[in-house]
């Protein structure tokens, strides 16, 4: 569903990701790995269109869209999760669910079930302002937006970064569900091995903007991998 193949960005002068090659598939897991400052968020942010790229191209569903607009791209299916949520402090739980409506058609603009099944605490809090929620709650709240918008390709930054084990666990458990459906190609970029290689479908690692190590489930060796992100 997914192809990205052989990109190119670059920030001014600083060239940030040199020929990157990945694939997502429909109920895969993509895992992203390295350490920070290798590329990863530049890479994601390359595919919804928040960074233009050099060269290269991106595809999804069969079309090249390596020039369109986030918009466009969000009207296709791309939901993004953003390192650091960036959910709107001063609007309720309820209404930042509903700022993920922006992409839809006026029939599909409710909030699914699914939203609350895997995060209840949102549907006990949809008054409440999304500031006032905890780290964990605001990333849930972040996901739980990005899935409102009916995504065929899911991309989560870091989504346990700063977040208390109880709630990484509700994250991973999300991930297990929303791959298990089938019909949604996920790209996680994570610093957490563990969490990674438990929901991994796929592996890549970066290093100074190219993926230098890739790997699928079959051959993954959890040694190698943290071998090649230390070095």
Known sequence: M????NISLYYGAAQALRGVSIAAEPGKVTCVLGRNGVGKTSLLRALVGQQAISSGTISFDGHDISKL????????GISFVPQGREIFP?????ENLKTGYAPLKRADKTI????????PVLNTMLGRRGGDLSGGQQQQLAIGRALVMRPKLLLL??????????????????ISYLRGLGNIAIVLVEQYLDFACELGD??????????KFSCDRASLDPAEISRQMAL
Not at 2 to 5: E, F, G, N, R, S
């Open 2 to 5: 997914l192809t990205v193949d």
């Open 69 to 76: 607009k986030p918009y466009e791209r969000a009207r296709r």
């Open 202 to 211: 796929n592996f890549a690692v970066m290093d100074r903007g190219a993926v």
């Open 112 to 119: 699914p079930d699914d939203v609350f099944a895997l995060f």
């Open 90 to 94: 001063l609007l309720t739980v309820e």
């Open 157 to 174: 930054d870091e989504p346990t970064e700063g977040i208390q084990p109880s709630i990484i666990k509700d994250i991973g458990r999300a």
